[in-house]
């Protein structure tokens, strides 16, 4: 696994459910209504099928070849995989929840033959399996377990899962490089980030990398640009209107904190800008002098090629009828 800092990100992705009765994945049906996303089985051989068919790992990172080469060269921000381009990135399976009573195989045992997936594995206990449970935990096979006859269980599955599907994306984001992005890796932005996404029903996020910003989409596929800049970044961005001859007006309320232009498509001002925004920053909660802004923009937010997951959902609709 790489120990690069990843850049956030965060976007919708897939669970599969395993239990040979019927009636409780009826229930589940009921809690994780996405049939999109999440997928049900009664056959662990099916199941198993599946999650050999789109398990593709967590994407390795290696400074080396084409990707050193674009680095020494400056021509690019970022390391990786740039998930945007990925049409299949809302197929990957963060998390697999599995029934520990099973008349072919028990939970733990598919688990395990799974085991090298790169995904959250969750089980569930009924009136036995507490104590395999337990050792299964202490070996590493699993990851949660959950008592079904518990009566807070539906609360404590939508935790998990909620906190498997970010820990699958926070280890799928940009590498990012020449020191570009720092304040987007800084917890307190992380953290702001997710509160916006929840407030304003913000279904995915992705720090792009030649804009130094987060693009971020709601269910309805709308589009916003979050932008946040500390103290450096501040400075290089007035720096950066003085060095381009950009109106005086316009550095002086910057360096006064009175305005934050957005640039986008751009990271920073240039003179050729027909269409300047600029709004009154917030700052950051518990971080002097760093201050954020979150500004919608049109479709053409997304390169010809890229989806949002409001546009693939439509798309696999679709395919269902």
Not at 147 to 155: F, I, S
Not at 274 to 295: I, K, Q
Request: aromatic share 10%.
């Amino acid at each position: 696994m790489s120990s690069f800092v990843r850049q956030p990100m965060f976007h919708p992705v897939s669970v599969v459910f395993l239990d040979d009765s019927e009636d409780f994945l009826n229930g589940l049906q009921g809690l994780f209504r996405d049939r999109e996303l999440n997928r049900f089985f009664t056959k662990p051989q099916t199941a198993l099928e599946f999650m050999l068919s789109c398990d593709r790992g967590v994407p390795l990172t290696r400074i080396a070849g084409a990707d050193y080469s674009e680095v020494e060269k400056g021509c690019s921000n970022a390391l990786g995989r740039d998930a945007l381009n990925d049409d299949a990135r809302f197929e990957e399976v963060a998390a697999v929840v599995v029934d520990y009573e099973m008349p072919e195989i028990d939970g733990i045992q598919f688990l395990s033959s799974i085991n090298d997936a790169a995904c959250t594995k969750i089980l569930l206990t009924g009136a036995a399996g507490d104590r395999e449970a337990v050792d299964a935990f202490n070996a590493g096979l699993i990851d949660f377990y959950i008592r079904k006859g518990d009566a807070v269980m539906p609360q404590k599955l939508t935790n998990a899962l909620a906190d498997a599907k970010k820990k699958h994306c926070s280890l799928r984001g940009a590498i990012p490089v020449h020191d570009v992005g720092a304040s987007y890796r800084d917890s307190r932005v992380v953290r702001l980030l997710d509160e916006i996404a929840a407030r304003d029903s913000y279904v995915e996020y992705y720090w792009r990398p030649e804009q130094n910003s987060v693009l971020m989409f709601d269910a309805a596929g709308e589009a916003a640009v979050f932008v946040a800049w500390d103290e450096h970044d501040w400075t290089f961005q007035c720096d950066m209107v003085m060095d381009a001859g950009g109106p005086e007006s316009l550095h002086r309320e910057m360096t006064e904190r009175r305005t934050m232009p957005l640039f986008w498509p751009h990271q920073a001002y240039q003179a050729d800008l027909s269409d300047l925004r600029t709004v009154e920053p917030t700052p950051v909660p518990d971080w002097d002098g760093a201050f954020y802004s979150l500004t919608r923009v049109d479709g053409s937010a997304l390169e010809p090629g890229q989806i949002s997951f409001a546009q693939w959902r439509q798309m696999k609709r679709g395919e269902l009828r």
